[in-house]
């Protein structure tokens, strides 16, 4: 085993040496590259906790000012590119630099030894705050966060058992309830409700809405009509389907957002059933494509622009030293009514 001095700092290529690999095996191990076997991957995360390996920060000149790094597992959504027009302008304003990155994969997200360094390597090159939007941020990643000083601030968390993160977020419980009782309003009771991924905190709040606009009513839930799956045109589609060629099928259904509504849609004009003559359909981010559906989606609008902006604005006040008033900050939603709801039909 080398033995390094106390003033002599362990270098990836001493991390090789001891492992008995070559450097570019050790580099692709600390990025987390699946192109590793696990024995392998194992034994030079071992050399690094043992030889007390830190990544050395990139060379090249550091940009003015901070860095912002934003994880994100899609940008095609509405959704996301609205959320992340508020980042960008936030980050502009505050001279800050905006890196937009995947969330780590293995071994940074499952081991700790990995994770520390991963963080540590975007503290030492000058970023700021991590902000996850709509991703699982692994355990391991917010623990080293919180061990080196560098805030974590989450949009629409998923999967994230670590209670102590700030999220940012709106009022879904409020807008989930607001859609629902809206299309009660029109006389229909037997409505449908199709969600996004269980492990999805917004998802699950709009669907405790859902479920409280119908007890206050007096409507009886009828699990049949309750599906959840993915933030998706295709998840809406097949569950659209599905519940649209139930015997006794849905006059009204409230989704978890509006990629998922417009899968609905598309379900309804594939079987013929009317909108909103014969179904009445809502969706919720009122992203612009609502105003592109035939009909126009009826559609709970929250401040997709605000809650990037927001995030921007409180990870960098943690950075200086400020924390939030509340660990879990949600802005308020409106129901924006169009033309894709209606009155009940008739029996």
Known sequence: MVRRGRSERATLADVARVAGVSPTTASKVLNGRSDVGRSTRERVLSVMAELGYKPTAVRHERARGRALVTMLDFVESRYAGTVLQGILMAATSAQAELVLRLPPGEPISTTRTAARAWVDEQKESGVAGLVALAVAVPDAVLLA???????????????TTESRVVSIGSTNWAGGRSATEHVIRLGHRRIAWIGGPPGSAPSAERFHGYQAALDSAGIAQDRALIRNEAFSV???????????????RPTAIVAGNDEIAVGVLAAAKEAGVAVPGELSVTGF???PQTEW???????V???????????????????????????????????????STGPAPSR
């Open 145 to 159: 966060a919180e061990d080196l000083g560098m805030p974590v601030v989450t949009i629409d968390p998923i999967d």
């Open 234 to 248: 295709e998840a809406g589609l097949r569950h659209g389907r599905d519940v649209l060629a139930l015997g006794e």
């Open 285 to 287: 981010d009122d992203t």
């Open 293 to 299: 559906t035939t009909p126009r989606l009826t559609s």
């Open 301 to 339: 609008r929250q401040p997709l622009v605000g809650m990037g902006r927001m995030a921007v604005e409180t990870v960098l006040a943690m950075a200086d030293g400020v924390q939030p008033a509340s660990r879990h900050l949600q802005l308020a939603t409106t129901l924006s009514v169009r033309d």
